[in-house]
């Protein structure tokens, strides 16, 4: 009872003090800004004092998984979301704790794409949280209490017959499913709270034998396997769905069967075979996939709303779905307020790379011959920074590869074919952070090359077996991580910082000219913007993958950021929340 009363009183005060307090000095949504930016305009933190910085409190949450919140701090509270999607409020000046929410998890479904969530949405007194168990919950901001709950999958989990398929040809336990959760933080809009589905584009990992080592490969097999994705709204007050964007259409989906990337790069297409085979499989739309892994930017303006769609499915294995497979593997831009379509870019027509587009997109204008035009930006798992006129979807221009590149757009061989980047990217989901001053974005970027492999299974009574691909580490090839600074009205690169480790996580800048981001080796790190010199760093227990958040409360300026691994990468787990400031 006391707890309760407390916790009122904290309320009240919050809610007294709201209106002074400058979300400008907080981390109010999952980008930063309206523009998703992760752009800080603190500057109490700078480049000269940078090395001073100490730590200011830690919080352990007891679970040690994957993770990759972004917390969210608005009115002097930090709302983090855990593995397994507890929540919990604590005074982000002290990281005491003032309430908690315990998931109740349905054990009755798969989870398709580990415990990991990347963050909530807080508005209107609500905290709003997509679950690895395919819900969407609403959450008292006050006090944690569930307001609501809402089934967005329909209880439809996993796919998991044609596991058996692989058995007696590979090495490692077979895991994953074509089961839907959500990972995505939601944004709220107008009344509404906008999700995707992940989990739908149907690819197999095949675990390595050694628990701490990253995956041992990724399979997409040939067949009806997977469902379609969707992004959709629902309302703030009772969960109920306003609209839904499905991103295979029913119509359609086979597109132009074109010969290219809309930038030009050529892509090993039969053509001919593909429209030979289409009334083969003409159903192949039902089982689309097309997850919803970033959270969306919305252009306030006019409404518009921008996300990034997954592979098609199956993953790799493209024998069974011919056509250009729409629209997935593209940044689509709906009409915010009714889910319509406004165009799409299709980055790669029938992907058979698992070419997701992952990062969240960013809103800036470009400069050009003395014109500035409203654009928005997305890192690719290709290596390449996309720009594109945010009102029409015309392709501006795409940057200098981040990342090297080899091979790219090739056919899996029984050989086996190094390529590189491949599945896991380019820039896997870790959002950039954008420097509209000085002109820059920073990009989380990985060099990790894999070997793309085609194989044939031995069928009945002579027959050809099921076909299926796969992408595996190349074990001697070196992998390491480049953070990389990009002109976002030319696509030069500025300068470019190389770590031990592939960068997966995410970035942070801030307006006195600093750069964070993480390693899976433990390291944050802060860099000069303008030079790419390193100025900084601090140690924790496990993996910094998840992107860390600056924010400013009684005019003392921190810096967080969770601290769990990956285990999909092989970065040591943790169950850390860590906060530096000056002394």
Same mark, same amino acid.
């Given at each position: 009872?006391?707890?309760?009363?407390?916790?009122?009183?904290?309320?009240?005060?919050?809610?007294?003090?709201?209106?002074?307090?400058?979300?400008?000095?907080?981390?109010?949504?999952?980008?930063?800004?309206? /523009?998703?930016?992760?752009?800080?305009?603190?500057?109490?933190?700078?480049?000269?004092?940078?090395?001073?910085?100490?730590?200011?409190?830690?919080?352990?949450?007891?679970?040690?998984?994957?993770?990759?919140?972004?917390?969210?701090?608005?009115?002097?509270?930090?709302?983090?979301? /855990?593995?397994?999607?507890?929540?919990?409020?604590?005074?982000?000046?002290?990281?005491?704790?003032?309430?908690?929410?315990?998931?109740?998890?349905?054990?009755?479904?798969?989870?398709?794409?580990?415990?990991?969530?990347?963050?909530?949405?807080?508005?209107?007194?609500?905290?709003?949280?997509?679950?690895?168990?395919?819900?969407?919950?609403?959450?008292?901001? %006050?006090?944690?209490?569930?307001?609501?709950?809402?089934?967005? +999958?329909?209880?439809?989990?996993?796919?998991?017959?044609?596991?058996?398929?692989?058995?007696?040809? +590979?090495?490692?336990?077979?895991?994953? +499913?074509?089961?839907?959760?959500?990972?995505?933080?939601?944004?709220?809009?107008?009344?509404?709270?906008?999700?995707?589905?992940?989990?739908?584009?149907?690819?197999?990992?095949?675990?390595?034998?050694?628990?701490?080592?990253?995956?041992?490969?990724?399979?997409?097999?040939?067949?009806?396997?997977?469902?379609?994705?969707?992004?959709?709204?629902?309302?703030?007050?009772?969960?109920? %769905?306003?609209?839904?964007?499905?991103?295979?259409?029913?119509?359609?989906?086979?597109?132009?069967?074109?010969?290219?990337?809309?930038?030009?790069?050529?892509?090993?297409?039969?053509?001919?075979?593909?429209?030979?085979?289409?009334?083969?499989?003409?159903?192949?739309?039902?089982?689309?996939?097309?997850?919803?892994?970033?959270?969306?930017?919305?252009?306030?303006? +006019?409404?518009?709303?921008?996300?990034?769609?997954?592979?098609?499915?199956?993953?790799?294995?493209?024998?069974?779905?011919?056509?250009?497979?729409?629209?997935?593997?593209?940044?689509?831009?709906?009409?915010?307020?009714?889910?319509?379509?406004?165009?799409?870019?299709?980055?790669?027509?029938?992907?058979?790379?698992? #070419?997701?587009?992952?990062?969240?997109?960013?809103?800036?204008?470009?400069?050009?011959?003395?014109?500035?035009?409203?654009?928005?930006?997305?890192?690719?798992?290709?290596?390449?920074?996309?720009?594109?006129?945010?009102?029409?979807?015309?392709?501006?221009?795409?940057?200098?590869?981040?990342?090297?590149?080899?091979?790219?757009?090739?056919?899996?061989?029984?050989?086996?074919?190094?390529?590189?980047?491949?599945?896991?990217?380019?820039?896997?989901?870790?959002?950039?952070?954008?420097?509209?001053?000085?002109?820059?974005?920073?990009?989380?970027?990985?060099?990790?090359?894999?070997?793309?492999?085609?194989?044939?299974?031995?069928?009945?009574?002579?027959?050809?077996?099921? %076909? #299926?691909?796969s992408m595996s580490p190349v074990n001697t090839e070196e992998r390491y991580g480049l953070l990389s600074a990009i002109n976002i009205d030319t696509g030069e690169l500025v300068w470019q910082h190389k770590t031990p480790d592939p960068l997966l996580g995410g970035v942070l800048s801030t307006a006195s000219g600093l750069v964070f981001s993480g390693e899976g080796s433990g390291e944050l790190f802060a860099l000069d913007s303008e030079s790419g010199k390193k100025l900084w760093s601090a140690s924790t227990e496990a993996g910094v993958n998840a992107p860390p958040i600056s924010y400013q409360i009684g005019g003392k300026q921190y810096v967080a950021v969770v601290a769990g691994g990956n285990?999909?990468?092989?970065?040591?787990?943790?169950?850390?929340?860590?906060?530096?400031?000056?002394?």
């Amino acid at each position: 009872m006391r707890i309760r009363q407390i916790l009122g009183a904290l309320s009240s005060v919050l809610m007294i003090t709201a209106c002074s307090v400058d979300t400008q000095e907080e981390w109010p949504l999952f980008g930063g800004n309206e /523009l998703h930016q992760r752009h800080s305009p603190l500057t109490q933190i700078t480049p000269d004092n940078v090395n001073e910085l100490e730590p200011a409190w830690e919080f352990h949450s007891g679970i040690e998984a994957t993770f990759q919140a972004t917390p969210i701090v608005k009115n002097g509270v930090m709302y983090v979301s /855990l593995p397994f999607n507890d929540v919990v409020a604590l005074d982000a000046a002290s990281g005491e704790r003032l309430w908690r929410y315990q998931h109740d998890w349905d054990e009755t479904r798969n989870m398709c794409c580990g415990p990991a969530n990347r963050g909530v949405a807080v508005s209107q007194g609500r905290v709003f949280m997509g679950t690895v168990d395919g819900r969407l919950i609403a959450l008292d901001a %006050q006090t944690g209490a569930k307001l609501w709950d809402e089934d967005v +999958t329909k209880g439809k989990s996993g796919i998991r017959e044609d596991i058996s398929i692989l058995a007696g040809d +590979t090495e490692g336990e077979v895991s994953g +499913t074509s089961g839907a959760g959500l990972n995505m933080a939601p944004m709220v809009y107008k009344g509404k709270v906008i999700i995707g589905i992940t989990g739908v584009g149907y690819g197999l990992h095949l675990d390595s034998p050694d628990p701490n080592a990253p995956l041992g490969a990724v399979v997409g097999i040939a067949g009806k396997y997977g469902r379609r994705g969707f992004l959709a709204a629902y309302d703030i007050e009772t969960g109920e %769905q306003a609209w839904q964007f499905d991103t295979i259409p029913e119509q359609g989906w086979e597109g132009d069967f074109v010969e290219t990337t809309p930038d030009g790069e050529i892509l090993p297409r039969d053509i001919e075979a593909e429209k030979a085979a289409a009334d083969d499989y003409a159903d192949a739309w039902r089982y689309g996939g097309g997850s919803a892994w970033s959270t969306p930017a919305i252009d306030h303006d +006019t409404d518009t709303l921008y996300f990034g769609t997954g592979n098609p499915s199956p993953q790799m294995e493209g024998s069974s779905r011919p056509g250009d497979n729409l629209y997935t593997s593209s940044l689509v831009a709906l009409d915010a307020t009714t889910g319509e379509l406004k165009w799409y870019f299709q980055q790669v027509p029938h992907d058979m790379w698992g #070419y997701d587009v992952a990062s969240p997109p960013v809103l800036f204008d470009v400069r050009r011959d003395g014109e500035s035009i409203p654009a928005v930006g997305q890192a690719g798992k290709t290596g390449w920074f996309y720009v594109l006129n945010r009102h029409t979807g015309e392709l501006i221009f795409k940057s200098e590869a981040y990342v090297p590149q080899q091979n790219m757009f090739q056919s899996p061989s029984k050989a086996g074919t190094v390529i590189y980047p491949g599945v896991l990217g380019g820039s896997n989901w870790s959002p950039v952070s954008l420097d509209p001053e000085r002109r820059l974005v920073f990009i989380a970027g990985i060099h990790w090359p894999v070997t793309y492999s085609l194989h044939q299974l031995e069928g009945k009574n002579g027959e050809a077996g099921v %076909q #299926y691909s796969s992408m595996s580490p190349v074990n001697t090839e070196e992998r390491y991580g480049l953070l990389s600074a990009i002109n976002i009205d030319t696509g030069e690169l500025v300068w470019q910082h190389k770590t031990p480790d592939p960068l997966l996580g995410g970035v942070l800048s801030t307006a006195s000219g600093l750069v964070f981001s993480g390693e899976g080796s433990g390291e944050l790190f802060a860099l000069d913007s303008e030079s790419g010199k390193k100025l900084w760093s601090a140690s924790t227990e496990a993996g910094v993958n998840a992107p860390p958040i600056s924010y400013q409360i009684g005019g003392k300026q921190y810096v967080a950021v969770v601290a769990g691994g990956n285990k999909l990468f092989g970065f040591k787990g943790g169950d850390a929340l860590k906060v530096w400031a000056l002394p």
